[in-house]
């Protein structure tokens, strides 16, 4: 019987997969979860074991040598950016099938990966570490300003923000914020801000061979959207930029050797037309890409990459359908939820194919605000690339959402 071990959070697509995939196969089912997650898993794992945090590698290290005192592990299973170095660190530790600890560790620390690809002559954005607040003066001469502040491991734009200059790097705002984050014991960087068009790439490997891929690009790029509209689409294959940017991802993945595994890389296209590497993970890419993908070419990420990582076959079966498919993020905001765009207007604009809500009337909504902070998303259909802006501002024309925070009385 092969013994899988699952480290994930709340994260909902492996947890279907796990389960439809136990109904119909032998498999044990152990999971690494954090301990407000344990319940989740109660009625179909054969092992749970909750921990404060599943980032800790300490903690993972000496409940994983009581599991296989009992039971050989076969596969770990790291669905999400925070299980993906516990997971490398696990398999280098114990010997167990996967990607590695080094591996991981590139694919997930923004310092450990840019160094490595500057090393190898892979461009990326200019880049320092920050140690102190009272560096940045130094750091901003010397790269130039704006600089981007961010952490060295993290998702999304979650805590990543812009200084614009020396004067604006003594704003206390700025002081506050970074000293706030130096809690949590994770290094930061600081790199040059760069204008750009932002694109990402979403791949696939099995055994070491590239099984698909595909290439889309943002229609502003993350950091500068906030309570606007964000998403992409994917683009066509005949662009060149679409060779040029799956040449990098090839030689990004060689650099850092992945075998097995989705990966998740953006790139940024400079207004000179160079192209650097913005970071590259080792895990499915979020908001409203894999749902996209599958609309698009009929290729479940979440499902292949699962089968990947226990050494499953995901016999994929590419069908590209005729259009430019793409996904847009409605903005949205903490709170209670008093008014909201109906679902059935939402799907009455033109060239819609789907639409997912996440929030119901009256629900308290209380997220960490970053780029997959999304009321729904919406997915489209478009005839060509030049419907795109048209569509957006159909879409922004449409949708609204009211809100109200609760005062201390209403608690």
């Known amino acids: 019987m092969c013994h899988v071990l699952l480290i994930n959070s709340d994260k909902p697509e ?26 989740i898993y109660n009625d179909f794992a054969d092992e749970v074991y909750g921990v404060d945090d599943i980032t800790d590698l300490s903690v993972s ?63 990326v954005t200019d ?51 970074l000293d706030s984050l130096k809690k949590d014991k994770i290094p930061f960087l600081a790199e040059k801000y760069v204008e750009m068009e932002e694109y990402h790439c979403d791949a696939l490997y099995n ?17 500068k ?46 207004p000179s037309g160079e192209l650097l590497v913005g970071e590259i993970a080792l895990r499915v890419g979020g908001g409203g890409i894999s749902d996209t993908i599958f609309k698009k070419y009929n290729v479940s990420m979440w499902d292949a990459s699962l089968l990947i990582a226990i050494n499953q076959d995901p016999q994929l079966k590419t069908k590209s359908s005729e259009g430019v498919f793409g996904w847009c993020g409605l903005p949205c905001q903490n709170g209670v939820i ?27 909504v209380h997220e960490k605000e970053m780029s997959t902070f999304h009321f729904g998303k919406i997915y489209f259909r478009l005839d060509n690339e030049n419907q795109i802006e048209k569509f957006l501002n159909t879409v922004q024309e449409k949708f609204y959402l009211h809100t109200e925070k609760l005062s201390m009385s209403n608690l």
């Open 14 to 39: 492996p947890i279907r997969f796990l389960k439809e995939y136990k109904q119909k196969y032998d498999i044990y089912l152990s999971v690494l979860t954090r301990n407000r997650y344990t319940s």
């Open 61 to 123: 290290q000496l409940l994983v040598i009581d599991i296989l005192e009992n039971k050989k592990i076969d596969y770990i299973v790291t669905p999400t950016e925070k299980s993906v170095l516990t997971g490398g660190f696990l398999r280098s530790y114990y010997a167990i099938n996967g990607p590695k600890f080094e591996t991981t560790l590139c694919m997930t620390n923004k310092l450990a990966m840019k160094t490595k690809l500057q090393q190898v002559g892979i461009t």
């Open 127 to 177: 880049f320092k570490r920050l140690d102190k607040i009272g560096d940045l003066s130094e750091i901003g001469e010397e790269l130039g300003w704006p600089l981007v502040l961010k952490p060295a491991l993290g998702t999304g734009t979650l805590n990543t923000f812009i200084v614009k200059s020396l004067k604006d790097s003594k704003n206390q705002v700025h002081i506050d914020k």
């Open 207 to 223: 055994k070491g061979k590239l099984s698909f891929v595909s290439i889309s690009k943002y229609f502003s790029p993350p950091l």
């Open 225 to 270: 959207v906030k309570h606007k509209l964000l998403g992409s689409y994917i683009i066509d294959q005949k662009k060149p930029i679409y060779k040029e940017i799956l040449k990098i991802q090839e030689s990004v993945i060689n650099t850092f050797g992945v075998l097995d595994g989705p990966t998740h890389m953006e790139i940024y296209h400079t």
């Open 338 to 364: 008093k008014d909201f765009t109906p679902l059935e207007e939402l799907l009455k604009i033109p060239y819609v194919i789907d639409v997912q809500l996440h929030y119901e009337l009256g629900e308290n």
